[in-house]
């Protein structure tokens, strides 16, 4: 994936949590099991561990900036 602020090849990883990995609209207090937040968006795939354990995250270090695509295979 090419860095759409600095165009800089992007390094593919990934992001795990044990408790799922999500986007909240709002900051949780308790970081555990965010996955069921109102609103939470699961960014995570399914590691056969959990179904929301590990998503796949593009690196930027020029602009140290991480994307994290979901909703699918990418
Ligand atoms: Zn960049």
Known sequence: MICPYC???MR???IQCRDGVSWTPKKQWVSALSS???DA???G???KLMPNGTAIA???ENCKRVIIPYGGEN
């Open 7 to 9: 165009s800089n090849e």
């Open 12 to 14: 593919k990883g990934y």
């Open 36 to 38: 069921f937040a109102k």
């Open 41 to 43: 968006v699961a960014l």
């Open 45 to 47: 795939t399914d590691d």
């Open 58 to 60: 593009y690196n930027c």
